[in-house]
């Protein structure tokens, strides 16, 4: 993967790497899923219609700027577009916080860092292994 000083300049390589994540030179995917807790948090602060809306937003925007960045390199799935790790995780994070809001009242609240934890455990080991209807 060679990016020339104009992809480097381009807001679009920024964006579809996860703000640099996926210029990690190990497992940028797992570098851009930790990453991507850091906005989480934030976004949960304001209520889980705004990580919704947030999921939104930034796929759309990552479906744009990630199929840039993958014309400029001529790969279909560069290790530096991370964006869709951000999405991915930060939705496996709300129906995780989701279903243990659902089972709260019966086995009580876990605290958040096990949450975040179990969350991005989760999402990085269905984003490896790549079962149905991922895989597709």
Known sequence: ????????????????????AGFAPIAPGTVGSAV??????GLRLAGMEWVLAACVGVFAIGVLVAQRVIDRLGSEDPGLVVI????????ALAIIEFAVAALAPRFGTP????????????????DIVQPLPAHC
């Open 84 to 91: 869709d790790e951000w999405v991915g995780q930060w939705l």
């Open 111 to 126: 605290s958040l860092p096990w949450v975040m934890a179990a969350g991005f455990l989760l999402f990085r080991a269905c």
């Open 36 to 41: 991507a807790l850091l906005p989480y948090l």
């Open 1 to 20: 993967m060679r990016l020339d000083r104009a992809a480097l300049l381009d807001p679009a390589t920024w964006i579809a790497s996860g703000f640099g």
